[in-house]
C-alpha cells in the first residue's frame, strides 16, 4: 500500500463529503451528511500503514483498491 498523510487523507474525506467538525491537538475529526465519523491522526510524515487502512476503510475506500 502507498502510504498516506494527513493532508491526503483529509482531501479523501473531504471529497467523499465529509466535513471537520473539530479537532486540536493530534487528531481531527470528520463527519459526512449521515453520521459516520472518521478520526484522522495528525502527525508529521506519513501516517503507520495500519492506521491509514482504518482511515480508509472509514471514508468507505477499501484499501486493498486504493491507488
Not at 473539530?22 to 508529521?44: C, L, M, N, W
Request: aromatic share 8%; charged share 30%.
Amino acid at each position: 500500500m502507498k502510504p498516506l498523510s494527513f493532508s491526503d487523507a483529509v482531501r479523501l474525506a473531504e471529497s467523499r463529503g465529509f466535513t471537520r467538525r473539530r479537532g486540536s491537538g493530534s487528531h481531527q475529526i470528520f463527519r459526512d451528511d449521515t453520521g459516520r465519523r472518521v478520526v484522522i491522526p495528525f502527525h508529521r510524515g506519513d501516517l503507520p500503514t495500519g492506521t491509514a487502512r482504518a482511515v480508509l476503510r472509514a471514508i468507505g475506500i477499501d484499501p486493498a483498491t486504493w491507488r
